[in-house]
């Protein structure tokens, strides 16, 4: 509770604060839904006017307040002032003073006293880019916020979770937003990958009793995925099991010649293997909870399974020869290999986007202590790879945290003899599990170091040996010295050595004692990441030489400055083999040259072990060693506060999702510090003055958590108190929210001065009289590098970030200083001069933000210059979607030097400029003028300052083992680990697509990063249904061919699709009429009685003779016309916005004329009067494109006056050509089979052009996907065939957005009831909300094209890489068929047609399980493969079918003890099974099951192909005497012919 007296200062400030005096006024509330929060309305009584902020108190007492600002003025004749808010609040903040009629009000004066550090967004099955994040951040600027308040921006979706103010140590319940407020989202449906090291000592105990792995799944998973339920979260997730094994082998002819080439090497000499396996692989549970019992089951039988691996698959008598193996310790293990295979997953984030995910999450789950050992070029790239994706890494070690700096990486070495070099990986957010529950016979004491096993001897405890355990060194002491002396010589420091001849003197006493020097470290010259250069430059400084009795003149003159204040001991910075105690007796320092230089001497003759660092090297002659570069200090991680790391930008990333505590430090919540108790009257201070934002109900209780007894206690920090279940550590006290904060070294950060607001000047004063702990100030450790390390620290779980990760923040402030800039850094400049969106486009977007905030007013102006800013936003847009960072503020050099460099190009610059950050990379835009601009076109200056030496390491080809789910083998597998090169990526090319919005030459390109998706149109079976399989009435592999009837009404059906894809209406007002197929499904004849459309009246049908038409006869052509445009019995003509009038589909008027024709009996025939038609340009296409009236939905207009002259240059329609469906052809191509020619009829192949291609970047998905092809054996002059063409998409018709958004739709130029239908969505300017919005929009009004009872087809999204060719964490299923069980059958048709026959005969399994085609016209190097109808399983061939294969998974080699003669070689043959994880939950329906129906298809397979109750022979023999029917019928028709 706040005290009652102030004094008159804060009097003073209560009153520039607050304007005028408090007043009273009624409070009413109202709703408008749960998605958006209700304006604030005032009533004219009030005198509040739109904007402002005012204080409403929530108790009697005033200290429970909130802030809301006014959004809308209301007129009132009422007598008293009214305030119109929303009712959430009542619900959010449960106080009962809100059942009054009267509160008490002030309005504010100074909104900067109320503006807030930091605001956390929650955001919950929705994905947004980057760029949206800024869009969003930016309408939120000038408004006010409040706890749990729904906020809605442009389609995008969040709800406020935390807020935070600066240096204070708790939330606030609501605040005033600043342009300097950081802004960080939060989601509740992250991509999550859980990685959980089988390391040995997951089968060991803890000090509790309990295995590692047992603490793993039943403690940290366990309480992990109870906060999930809490939170309602609704993650994917991705749960890996790996392990590294090694062999006790000599060599690796050791190994059988089978597995030689999957065994790898390390530096030490041992092989190894690594081995993955997924247990879930992008599953969505409300509750993971039921699921640990699976996870338990199979760690349980893990170790067993991986061992014996090889034993169970080789031969028996190659089995004995097999080496020893074993599972490596954590250290030893596959860490840094497992997080590039994750990274490579991430930085494909782009494809196969999820509209209902947001963030990614990369926990790795060790039973070690966070020590590894690990190889220095793959740290640095696995390290720039994380940071450049932006991937919120998680290390949860489930040992006890050691007592020095973790993670920590010790570096290999190939050279014994080289001192260890470490490095602790700040890029990691690092948590220790301690399960609270668990039982212990020491409740105030947790042991931190492993237990000596070797002093058990049979089963009991060898006290003797307890101190002969440890290994000293034997203790000499000069007889002349007492021990007082003695003890201050050894302590006594260095750098206060008196002059040269008293410690020559003190050498000669105490010649026995350990010498204590300073490691240096050497930098490489060039290829060397920033975060390991040492930038600081010293007066001060310590360089090697060799002593000869004299000093070498060449070094005397020139000595190496080095960092004097670094300490860094030998023996720290070394493992207990790192140097001998010979050369550290033997090597001495001697003070020379004056106090600002130190010069380190040896005698050349003890150089005969010299410890060395990884990158420095000593000279074994007479001669001083030499030094190629500035000095590094070896990573000392047992006292890693005295050393400093660099500041960089990679260390700064994430600096800003982080609150700031009352010690001007970012707080990390899992790391618990002594506290010290001076600090309360602080920070009972500052909290009185901000009680007014305090949440309602805690701010008595912050109060009174201040005058604790206790000095000096150990405190956890946390944002969220209600993550916490409601247990107690038993290494912790738990305190409320006011009483956590976070505190620096006993030395280095005793003064908390900076928990107040505002620094007193007895603060500045002390810091700048204290030079020496300003220094020590600035010692910078942990994932932001300005948080200090304390050994007596203890690292708790960052549940907030494991629960509810943060994406990437879009603010940074880390930048180059001038001269880095003019040193290291190269610059070059490039100008965009685009078109400007027209006026008509602008004044389109104007609307009001529906949000009932400050923005509420127009958003866009048509003015010149707001014009400009659109494209410029853009261009900003896209550099954060890709990883950029803003630096809001522009330092003054940095903007000089732009200044500058626009000057000289002849240009003028304006107010609007950015710096944009990634790593090393720093870019500036500038939106620009020039003489004589036109009014339609903007100019925009792009610098781009990259940095001379490139850290660019070599790539890995990495080999592993890998398990996927549902899948009982570690196949063989390889990935090349690499880093991208963000310094080569052409963004001026993405400057140029996203300013020209993706036309003329600027399209989309595999060159630039665009986000896609890919959809295909299922057709709906209606009696092959989910609910008979999963019921037992149908069968798994019972799905009849497609009826005559069904294949000519799913033509009919998709042109419905198309027209309700491109929005079409009729031109009749209301009309929704379709014309229908007038010919007879399996004679092809027209029908005797044509069926009439709705409305027509029973008339006769006007007919038109085709032959007077076609002679050219003007008469018959003009009568034709005007029965096309007959109200009655005319063509069903279609309209839009930008389509001229008499606009028709093609296949409409096909149809149409056959039923109006006289002589017309069949669709060719029709085909040919609209080609003669078209020809004589009576009739059009609307875009221009055809050269020929094509076979499909197409449009065309009549050529009318009014139109003669009309051309569409945009593509905004979707059309489609019909292929092979003016005839029924069958699914299962019996006769196919009999005649041994595989895919008689569908897909139709085609050659690949032989022309070389333009050389582009890798392919965005796995599957080549060319656009242009030309006609097999067709000539050069010959169109090419196009198997895939673009339109655009109209992404945001209800025009929602603030900006022009635009898409393209990449689908398949052909179309057969056979085959799925694919449309892929591509884009780089569009919002990823109102995207995803329009696209389940589709799925659901493609269920109900044929109303409410009637389903034709359902659109599902599949993966671009179904098959994992470009994944290195998904991998399909293989299921082999049984063909030993086929040779009888085989053994009567030649030798030589065995595999392609049983290659057709796979192809008529997958249709009899419902499985269908994915083109049905290719190319013949094209995979391909096919989809349930479901949509929930896809399904590769392994044959010699369609002449291709698998580009990246290796055909699996029979592991059966039988030989592999080349008989049976040609009849290992079977699938690659993979499920379907883009169908989310979201997507799920009748249509496509769940995961009960997709194992019941899978477990029906596997039982087929093996032959389970002779199925595979008997459905053999089926197809077999259908052949042969279909065989007997061909020669009888040929004879009849004949």
């Not at 019992?293 to 691996?309: D, F, P, Q, R």
Request: with cysteine; aromatic share 10%; net charge neutral.
């Amino acid at each position: 509770m706040i005290a009652a007296t102030e004094t008159s200062a804060d009097e003073t400030s209560e009153a520039s604060i607050f304007a005028g005096e408090p007043f009273k006024c009624r409070l009413s509330f109202y709703g408008r839904g749960q998605n958006a929060s209700a304006p604030t309305l005032v009533t004219s009584k009030t005198n509040l006017h739109k904007g402002d902020l005012f204080v409403i108190n929530l108790n009697e007492e005033g200290t429970q307040k909130l802030v809301l600002q006014v959004d809308e003025e209301r007129v009132a004749a009422a007598a008293p002032p009214e305030i119109f808010i929303d009712e959430a609040i009542k619900r959010t903040f449960s106080v009962t003073t809100f059942m009054r009629n009267l509160h008490t009000m002030q309005q504010v004066a100074n909104k900067e006293k109320f503006a807030l550090y930091l605001v956390e967004l929650q955001v919950k099955e929705q994905y947004l880019s980057r760029g949206d994040m800024w869009r969003f951040s930016r309408k939120l600027i000038n408004t006010n916020v409040y706890l749990k308040k729904p906020l809605d921006m442009f389609g995008m979706r969040a709800t406020v979770y935390g807020l935070w103010i600066d240096k204070a140590p708790y939330r606030v319940s609501s605040g005033y937003l600043s342009k300097n407020t950081k802004i960080v989202f939060r989601s509740l449906s992250a991509c999550c990958t859980i990685f959980l090291q089988m390391s040995k000592e997951m089968w060991n105990f803890d000090h509790h009793g309990d295995t590692f792995y047992e603490k793993a799944v039943d403690g940290f998973l366990a309480d992990l995925f109870t906060r999930w339920k809490l939170m309602s979260c609704q993650h994917d997730v991705t749960m890996t099991l790996f392990s590294r094994v090694f062999y006790d082998a000599k060599s690796l002819e050791d190994f059988p010649q089978s597995l030689r080439h999957h065994i790898n090497k390390d530096y030490r000499g041992r092989f190894y293997e690594d081995f993955y396996r997924v247990i879930y692989q992008n599953e969505r549970y409300d509750d993971w909870s039921p699921r640990l019992a699976t996870i338990k089951k199979v760690l349980i039988n893990y170790k067993e399974e991986l061992l014996t691996y090889h034993k169970k698959q080789l031969p028996k008598n190659e089995a004995d020869k097999l080496p020893h193996s074993f599972i490596s310790g954590a250290a030893d293990g596959n860490f840094l290999e497992t997080l590039n295979l994750s990274s490579s997953v991430f930085e494909r984030h782009f494809i196969d986007q999820p509209f209902d995910r947001l963030g990614q999450m990369s926990l790795v789950i060790t039973p070690g202590t966070g020590v590894f050992e690990v190889e220095r070029e793959l740290t640095n790239m696995t390290k720039q790879r994380v940071l450049d994706n932006g991937i919120g890494s998680d290390l949860v070690c489930l040992g006890e945290q050691p007592l020095f700096a973790v993670p920590l990486f010790k570096f290999f070495k190939e050279d014994p003899n080289i001192a260890d070099d470490y490095q602790i990986a700040h890029w990691m957010n690092l948590s220790y599990y301690h399960r609270s529950t668990a039982p212990s016979c020491f409740p105030s004491y947790i042991p931190r170091l492993q237990f000596d096993k070797t002093r058990i001897k049979h089963e009991m405890l060898d006290a003797k040996n307890v101190m002969n355990s440890i290994e000293e060194d034997a203790f000499s002491k000069p007889l002349h010295m007492s021990m007082e002396e003695y003890d201050e010589k050894v302590f006594r420091s260095h750098n206060k050595l008196s002059t040269k001849d008293s410690h020559a003197d003190k050498l000669v006493k105490t010649e026995n004692r350990k010498a204590r020097r300073r490691n240096i470290t050497m930098g490489p010259t060039c290829g060397q990441s920033i975060e390991e250069e040492d930038s600081f430059d010293e007066k001060n400084g310590l360089s090697i030489v060799k002593n000869n009795n004299h000093i070498m003149p060449e070094f005397y003159g020139t000595p190496r400055p080095y960092n004097a204040n670094i300490k860094d001991d030998l023996s720290l910075s070394t493992s207990h083999a790192g140097a001998s105690s010979s050369f550290i007796n033997n090597f001495q320092y001697q003070n020379t040259l004056n106090s600002s230089f130190q010069l380190l001497f040896c005698n050349s003759q003890s150089f005969n072990r010299m410890a060395r660092s990884a990158e420095t090297y000593f000279l074994q002659s007479n001669i001083f060693a030499r030094i190629q570069a500035r000095p590094k200090a070896l990573i000392n991680p047992y006292a890693p506060a005295s050393i400093r790391i660099p500041m960089a930008p990679g260390r700064r990333r994430w600096a800003h999702t982080f609150p700031i505590g009352p010690n001007n430090l970012p707080w990390h919540f899992h790391h618990l510090r002594h506290t010290e108790g001076a600090t309360h009257e602080a920070m009972s201070t500052h909290i009185s003055k901000c009680a007014h934002m305090l949440l309602p109900g805690t701010s008595k209780k912050v109060t009174d958590g201040l005058v604790s007894k206790r000095p000096k206690h150990l405190v956890k920090m946390s944002s969220d108190l209600s993550l916490r279940p409601k247990r107690a550590y038993n290494y912790e006290i738990q305190r409320t929210a006011s009483e956590r904060k976070d505190s620096g070294n006993d030395d280095a950060r005793s003064s908390v001065s900076g928990s107040t607001r505002t620094k007193s000047s007895s603060d500045v004063s002390t810091k700048s009289t204290n030079p020496k702990r300003e220094k020590q100030a600035t010692i910078i450790w942990g994932p932001t590098g300005v948080e200090p390390w304390s050994a007596s620290m203890i690292t708790g779980i960052d549940w907030k970030s494991l629960t509810i990760p943060a994406t990437l923040p879009t603010t940074f402030d880390v930048v180059p200083s001038a001269e880095d800039l003019q040193r290291d850094f190269t610059d070059n400049a490039y100008t965009l001069i685009h078109a400007l969106l027209p006026h008509i486009e602008v004044d389109r977007k104007k609307k009001i933000i529906p949000n009932g905030n400050l923005n509420s007013d127009k958003i866009l102006c048509s003015d010149n210059m707001e014009r400009q800013r659109i494209t410029f936003d853009e261009l900003i847009d896209q550099r954060l979607s890709q990883g950029f960072q803003m630096i809001v503020e522009i330092p003054g050099h940095i903007h000089q030097k732009m200044n500058e460099s626009i000057r000289r190009a002849g240009y003028k610059e304006t107010e609007y400029n950015r710096l944009l950050s990634i790593g090393r990379i720093y870019h500036t835009l500038s939106l620009v003028t020039e003489e004589n601009q036109s009014q339609d076109t903007v100019v925009i200056y792009v610098q781009q300052h990259k940095p001379q030496n490139v850290f660019l390491p070599k790539s890995v080809q990495y080999k592993y083992r890998f398990q996927c789910p549902d899948s009982s083998d570690f196949d063989p597998a390889s990935y090349e680990l690499q880093l991208e090169s963000l310094e080569s990526f052409s963004w001026n090319l993405v400057d140029n697509v996203v300013g020209n919005h993706g036309t003329g030459d600027h399209k989309l390109s595999d060159l630039v990063k665009y986000w896609h998706t890919r959809l295909v149109l299922m057709p709906v079976s209606k009696d092959y249904t989910i609910k008979n399989i999963e019921s037992g009435q149908t069968k798994c592999d019972s799905r009849k061919e497609m009826s005559h009837e069904d294949f000519f009404l799913y033509v009919e059906h998709f042109v419905r699709f198309l027209f309700m894809l491109n929005k079409l209406s009729r031109s009749s007002i209301g009309s929704t009429e379709c014309i229908r197929r007038p010919l007879n499904p399996k004679t092809g004849k027209k029908r005797t009685d044509p069926t009439k459309r709705q409305g027509k009246n029973l008339i006769p049908i006007q007919m038109f003779q085709l032959a007077n038409i076609m002679s050219g006869d003007l008469s018959a052509i003009n009568d034709l016309f005007n029965l096309f445009q007959d109200e009655q019995q005319g063509l069903l003509f279609v309209k839009d916005s930008v389509l001229p009038e008499y606009t028709f589909i093609g296949i409409e008027a096909i149809w149409w004329s056959i039923e109006h024709g006289d002589v017309i009996e069949d669709e060719k025939t029709a085909l040919s009067l609209f080609e003669y038609l078209f020809t004589n340009q009576y009739i059009r296409h609307c875009t221009h494109t055809e050269n020929s009236f094509r076979f499909g939905f197409f449009l065309y207009y009549i050529v009318t006056e009014k139109t003669k002259n009309f051309r569409l240059d945009a593509n905004d329609y979707a059309e489609v050509e019909f292929h092979q469906t003016q005839s029924y052809i069958p699914s299962m191509d019996y006769l196919g089979f009999g005649e041994c020619k595989p895919m008689r009829l569908l897909p139709k192949l085609i050659d690949t052009p032989q022309v070389k291609p333009r050389k582009q970047g890798s392919p965005s998905n796995g599957i080549n996907l060319s656009s242009l092809s030309n006609m097999k054996n067709s000539k050069p002059q010959t169109p090419s065939i196009v198997l895939k063409r673009d339109c655009n998409v109209d992404v945001d018709p209800k025009h929602i957005s603030d900006r022009r958004e635009w898409a393209t739709a990449h689908y398949h130029s052909f179309y057969n009831p056979h085959c799925l239908f694919e449309l892929e969505i591509r884009w780089l300017v569009a919002t990823s909300c109102i995207l995803g919005d329009l696209i389940t929009q589709w799925s659901q009004r493609t269920g109900t094209i044929l109303g409410t009872n009637q389903v034709a087809f359902h659109l599902v999204p599949i993966p671009c890489d179904p098959f994992s060719e470009l994944d290195a964490l998904r991998g399909p299923i293989y299921i082999k068929i049984n063909s030993a069980c086929l040779r009888d059958q085989l053994a009567r048709h030649p030798e030589a047609k065995e595999a392609h026959r049983i290659g057709i005969f796979q192809e008529l399994i997958l249709k009899r399980y419902g499985f269908i085609l994915n083109a049905c016209v290719s190319r013949n190097d094209e995979n391909i493969y096919y989809v349930h109808i479901s949509g929930g399983m896809l399904v590769y061939i392994i044959s010699d079918v369609y002449n291709v294969h698998c580009n990246s998974q290796p055909t699996r080699v029979i592991t059966s003890g039988l030989t592999a003669d080349s008989h049976s070689s040609q009849l290992n043959c079977g699938f690659y099974w993979c499920w379907n994880f883009c169908l989310g939950k979201k997507w799920r329906s009748s249509q496509t099951g769940e995961e009960k129906y997709q194992d019941i298809m899978l477990a029906d397979f596997r039982a087929f192909c093996d032959n389970d109750n002779n199925r595979l022979v008997n459905f053999w023999n089926e197809v077999n005497n259908m052949a042969n029917k279909k065989l007997a019928e061909k020669e009888q028709q040929s004879n009849s012919e004949d």
